[in-house]
């Protein structure tokens, strides 16, 4: 059974760091997508960045140059180092998986997700 689990949210002042951690168990973790989501109260799901199976990464325009994603393959862990946090960070976040060694923007691509970690951000 394919599991993801997500760790290390909490709160922060704008401006400070955070490290998110995603845990894959139950399949071929160095083979494929990897993904972040976050979805704040109202809002619809966005990503945040996308890990593919031969490392390429994309990030999204307002995480660009502040968040950074790593890979973790002795620890099937795939990390989210989150810097210059701001409120409009403030979301829940979700790490994501899929059968596909490609990654997409749109959340229907992936068929595994975590339980998610709450990331807030105050000014």
């Known amino acids: 059974e394919v599991q993801v689990v997500e760790s290390g949210g909490g709160s922060v002042q704008a401006g400070g760091s955070l490290r998110l951690s995603c845990e894959g168990s139950g399949y071929t973790y160095s083979t494929y997508c990897m993904a972040w989501f976050r979805q704040a109260p109202g809002k619809g799901r966005e990503g945040v960045v996308i890990?593919?199976?031969?490392?390429?990464?994309s990030y999204a325009d307002s995480v660009q140059d502040r968040f950074t994603i790593s890979r973790d393959y002795a620890k099937n862990t795939l990390y989210l180092e989150m810097n210059r946090l701001k409120p409009e960070d403030s979301a829940m976040y979700y790490c994501a998986t899929t059968d596909f060694k490609r990654c997409n923007w749109s959340d229907g691509w992936y068929k595994y997700w975590g339980q998610g970690t709450q990331v807030t951000v105050s000014s």
């Open positions: 890990n593919e199976g031969d490392g390429g990464t």
